[in-house]
């Protein structure tokens, strides 16, 4: 993978770690981080060997204390329109990417980086995580997916409060209301998790995984049946090799071995 400036990227096993480092702009995404997030995401796309994916934020304060602000001033009702699907395409690339991505939230995740930790497909937060969308601070509203994902996360009611009042939550609230899937103690904790979870998932039939996310996703767009993806996708599984394996595997007592064909 190519060098990037603003992130780190490593892997232990067949975990992808991508760090954005911009520490001393509280991580905040501007376009040429979000550049080289398209760059990457879209590299995983194409790698069979990354069966997960752990994102976080360098240093202890912040995950991504949103869009880089510096970078508004040119923005207007012309151009503001691309900005915003831009990231949305990005942010959606996450999202559907077959390869499962946990956000490892430490510290601030605002604004843009909400939103970035809602486009993966789980979230595992520190103890000092505060999420917020401040957006209406600045006079505008989320523009990354934000008002989508948190109405399908938190619902509608606390979607309202949450965008409308611009309060930050700590990570228990999060996690009560279902933005976060587990909170851990500190940021080497809420790797462990992650990792785990992950080991978990590579441990599956890939199609299967593949499919699931599809599935999983297609609940919230409106051009799509999501029972129909699912049926297909139903089918499509029992149509490949790890299937038969895992049955027999179960019907044999004994572990599967998943080839992801
Ligand atoms: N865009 C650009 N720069 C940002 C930023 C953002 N979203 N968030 C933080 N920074 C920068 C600050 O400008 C500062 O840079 P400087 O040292 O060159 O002045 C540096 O990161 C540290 O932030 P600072 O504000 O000094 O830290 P703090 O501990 O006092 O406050 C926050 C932390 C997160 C509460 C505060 O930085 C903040 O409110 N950030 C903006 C959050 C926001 O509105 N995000 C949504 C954008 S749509």
Request: glycine letters at 8%; hydrophobic letters at 40%; aromatic letters at 6%.
């Amino acid at each position: 993978m190519s060098d990037f400036q603003n992130l780190l990227l490593s892997t232990s096993g067949n975990i992808l770690n991508i760090t954005i480092n911009r520490e001393s702009k509280l991580n905040a995404l501007n376009q040429a981080t979000m550049l080289e997030l398209r760059q990457v995401i879209q590299s995983i796309y194409e790698d069979t060997d990354i069966r997960g994916v752990i994102l976080t934020g360098a240093g202890e304060k912040a995950f991504v204390a949103g869009a880089d602000i510096s970078e508004f001033t040119d923005l207007n009702e012309m151009n503001a329109r691309k900005f915003s699907e831009d990231g949305q395409e990005i942010f959606d690339l996450i999202e559907n990417c077959h390869t499962p991505i946990i956000a490892v939230v430490n510290g601030f995740a605002l604004g843009g980086g909400s939103e970035l930790a809602m486009a993966c497909h789980m979230r595992v937060a520190t103890e000092d995580a505060k999420f917020g969308q401040p957006e209406v601070n600045l006079g505008i509203i989320p523009g990354y997916g934000g008002t989508q994902r948190l109405t399908q996360l938190i619902g509608k009611g606390r979607a309202f409060e949450f965008t409308m009042t611009a309060e930050m939550i700590d990570a228990r609230t999060a996690l009560a209301w279902g933005l976060v899937n587990h909170v851990a103690e500190t940021k080497d904790k809420a790797i462990e998790i992650a990792t785990s979870i992950l080991s978990k998932i590579a441990s599956k039939a890939p199609i299967a995984i593949e499919l699931a996310v599809e599935c999983i996703n297609a609940v919230f767009k409106h051009d799509e049946n999501g029972y129909q993806t699912e049926a297909n996708a139903f089918a499509k599984c029992c149509g490949t090799e790890d299937f038969k394996e895992g049955a027999a595997a179960f019907l044999e007592k004994r572990a599967p071995e998943f080839k992801g064909h």
